[in-house]
Nanobody, 122 residues
Framework: QVQLVESGGGLVQPGGSLRLSCAAS????????MGWFRQAPGKEREFVAT????????YYADSLKGRFTISRDSAKNTVYLQMNSLKPEDTAVYYC???????????????WGQGTQVTVSS
């Protein structure tokens, strides 16, 4: 059974940083893309970042480039999201997901975690 477990969320002040982790289990995903999405209250789920199986190819939401960095450790089946210079509008539940394709559309992701809450507030 495939399971994705996110961690690292929490409350942080504006301008602060957080590092999210997502560990996948149940099978290996060496040939799969791993991505992050987020959903704020009352809003649709939106793409944050995705990374290919080799770790070379990465895509980010345009609005997040320069602040967020995605990485992965394929040996550990784990993907990370380093978030810097956080803003109140980054407040959301962050989800990791796995797809056979390196894409930004959530509907192309087959497996999802339960999400971790990130709150940016003073």
């Amino acid at each position: 059974q495939v399971q994705l477990v996110e961690s690292g969320g929490g409350l942080v002040q504006p301008g602060g940083s957080l590092r999210l982790s997502c560990a996948a289990s149940g099978r290996t995903f060496n040939n799969y893309a791993m991505g992050w999405f987020r959903q704020a209250p009352g809003k649709e789920r939106e793409f944050v970042a995705t990374i290919g199986w080799s770790g070379v190819y990465k895509y980010y939401a345009d609005s997040l480039k320069g602040r967020f960095t995605i990485s992965r450790d394929s040996a550990k089946n784990t993907v990370y999201l380093q978030m810097n210079s956080l803003k109140p509008e980054d407040t959301a539940v962050y989800y990791c997901a796995i797809s056979r394709w390196l894409r930004t559309s959530a509907r192309l992701y087959d497996y999802w975690g339960q999400g971790t809450q990130v709150t940016v507030s003073s």
